[in-house]
């Protein structure tokens, strides 16, 4: 089972980011709140292989990413466009292959939180790393 964290982006949105760990990567992957029980992620990135990835920056690139490009359709809330964090995998929306074996609802089911973005942050290790167990 993945140990995965949500974190409220904005408060104006129903979207939030489920942080978690899985084989050596992190993940960062965005679910809206009204999303029906199969369906996939909104978009997800992961951390790059040989690299420390600093989780901080990359929700504060996410939470830009939200801010300025989440659209709300007939079909519900969606990310226009693609969008690319440096040092981070785009995997866009969906689920991404490495991580199918996990339907997103198992995921957000089991996940600590909500909680906000800056009280998420302050929990982070210096280096800007994941928290929580791994």
Not at 1 to 19: D, G, R
Not at 40 to 65: F, M, N, Q, Y
Not at 103 to 115: F, K, L, Q, V
Not at 116 to 133: A, H, N, W
């Amino acid at each position: 089972m993945i140990k995965a964290t949500s974190v409220q982006l904005a408060s104006n949105t129903a979207v939030l980011a489920y942080v978690f760990q899985f084989d050596a990567a992190q993940w960062i992957c965005l679910r809206s709140l009204t999303a029906g029980e199969n369906s996939g992620w909104l978009e997800c990135w992961s951390s790059k292989e040989g690299l420390t990835p600093d989780v901080a920056v990359a929700l504060e690139a996410v939470r830009s990413i939200v801010g300025d490009h989440l659209i709300y359709g007939p079909l519900g809330p969606y990310i226009k466009g693609a969008h690319f964090i440096p040092g981070w995998n785009t995997w866009g929306g969906a689920v991404p292959a490495p991580i199918a074996q996990f339907r997103p609802r198992e995921i957000t089911a089991s996940a600590d939180g909500p909680m906000g973005l800056e009280e998420y942050l302050s929990q982070l290790g210096p280096e800007g790393g994941i928290r929580g167990p791994r």
